[in-house]
């Protein structure tokens, strides 16, 4: 149980272009999601926190505008990373959260994007 | 503000060779602590969750404990498999759920 996944698993993109990220929680649904950047040999970074039906809550230093992020159903966030930069290039993790109760704060972790942006 | 402090960075074992990771935390008000392993190129594994002091868990070759200060997660007999990254995480009253991590304890185990 508890199954996360992330589409697409790695992406290739020229600069300029937009990417889209899905995050699906395929055996439960997630009041809450969130989406992280990792570094090499780094933790990990959070950048927002998504409730399904509100606008995301956006770390200090992400930029709203250029990473969007649509919490549209308790089963799927979505980011777009917009207009694309090589500085962009990293690993995308999301993960969900049952939020239900105490337990509801653990969260379950998709397998990852690595996006290279030429 | 959350604290979390993961030691030693970096672990070498030989198989079977049993060991303990180290989470220190400094949280007001802790809801969880969390531990995940990551192999490289995926995203954490969930391994536990502990709510209070004194807790423990358990699965398969790893023991998670918790006081009210730091976490460990105790390693009986590792095997190369068990090879990864374990990270450290806590939540607290008033986060809305989100997790501060520590850096991780880079474990290799050699045949």
């Known amino acids: 149980g508890a199954v996360v996944s992330q589409h697409p698993s790695w992406v290739i993109c020229k600069s300029g272009t937009s990417v889209k990220i899905e995050c699906r929680s395929l055996?439960?649904?997630?009041?809450?999601m969130f989406w992280y950047r990792q570094f090499p040999k780094q933790s990990l970074m959070l950048m927002a926190t998504?409730?399904?039906?509100?606008?995301?809550?956006?770390e200090q230093g992400v930029e709203k505008d250029k990473f969007l992020i649509n919490h549209a159903s308790l089963t799927l966030s979505t980011l777009t990373v917009t207009s694309a930069h090589p500085e962009d290039s990293s690993f995308y993790i999301c993960?969900?959260?049952?939020?239900?109760?105490?337990?509801?704060?653990?969260?379950?972790f998709g397998p990852g994007t690595r996006l290279t942006v030429l | 503000e959350d604290q979390v402090t993961q030691s030693p960075e970096a672990l070498r074992l030989q198989e079977g060779e049993s060991s303990s990771l180290n989470c220190s935390y400094t949280?007001?008000?802790?809801?969880?602590l969390f531990w995940y392993r990551q192999d490289p190129g995926k995203g954490p594994e969930f391994l536990f969750t502990?709510?209070?002091a004194g807790e423990e868990k358990e699965k398969e070759r790893l023991k998670a404990t918790l006081t009210k200060k730091e976490s460990f997660l105790h390693i009986t007999a590792p095997k190369p498999e068990d090879s990864a990254t374990y990270l450290c995480?806590?939540?607290?009253?008033?986060?809305?759920?989100?997790?501060?991590f520590g850096s991780g304890t880079q474990l290799t185990v050699l045949p």
């Open positions: 055996d439960f649904q997630a009041t809450t």
């Open positions: 995480a806590v939540s607290h009253a008033g986060s809305a759920r989100q997790l501060t």
């Open positions: 949280v007001s008000g802790l809801r969880g």
């Open positions: 998504s409730n399904e039906g509100s606008k995301a809550t956006y």
């Open positions: 502990l709510y209070s």
């Open positions: 993960s969900a959260a049952p939020g239900q109760g105490h337990t509801g704060d653990t969260q379950y």
